[in-house]
């Protein structure tokens, strides 16, 4: 049961394949995950096809981008900073207070918002938590640190089924 829950809407191993066609229309919100989604959790490079998917989804969709972390760091400042969109640090997802606070803020209701991020248990189960639409990326890279390693391994196991089902 509680695997079923965290199934996302979409998966995707890179932001190429997350063509605006698989997006459904009425999501013009994008909460984007930071570690291992749009920043490498290793080399701290930039995931150069996620900054294009954002510039094209702001300028030709008109979207809004929120970029989200449960961590801090200056590279997020200065991502964030770049893109000139707002940035939630230390954000206790799945859990997080800030997705209500946003969308209270701007008015925006949760069908027109998605999460996009690497993780089941905080960016999918907190998009599915908040009724937000949900995208699963692939991490950048499968190196993670203490208990991180274990859940991906699970999770990865659970990406494969899902993705049998879709």
């Not at 997080?96 to 998605?114: A, D, E, F, P």
């Not at 908040?130 to 950048?140: A, M, Q, R, S």
Request: charged content about 20%; hydrophobic content about 40%.
């Amino acid at each position: 049961m509680f695997k079923q829950f965290l199934k996302p809407d979409c998966i995707v191993s890179s932001f190429e394949e997350l063509t605006f066609d698989r997006v459904p229309k009425r999501c013009f919100v994008a909460f984007i995950d930071l570690d291992n989604t749009l920043i490498h959790k290793t080399t701290h490079q930039i995931n150069a096809q996620g900054i294009a998917w954002i510039h094209t989804f702001m300028s030709q969709h008109r979207g809004k981008v929120i970029l989200i972390s449960n961590n801090k760091h200056q590279d997020f400042e200065t991502l964030a900073s770049e893109l000139n969109v707002p940035l939630i640090q230390l954000a206790f997802k799945p859990i997080s207070i800030h997705y209500r606070k946003m969308l209270k803020k701007y008015g925006w209701n949760q069908s027109q918002v998605m999460v996009i991020g690497d993780q089941l248990l905080t960016d999918i189960l907190g998009g599915k938590f908040h009724g937000f639409y949900t995208i699963y990326h692939k991490p950048l890279t499968s190196k993670d640190v203490g208990y991180n390693g274990l859940i991906r391994r699970l999770e990865k196991k659970w990406i494969k089924d899902y993705e049998s089902t879709m």
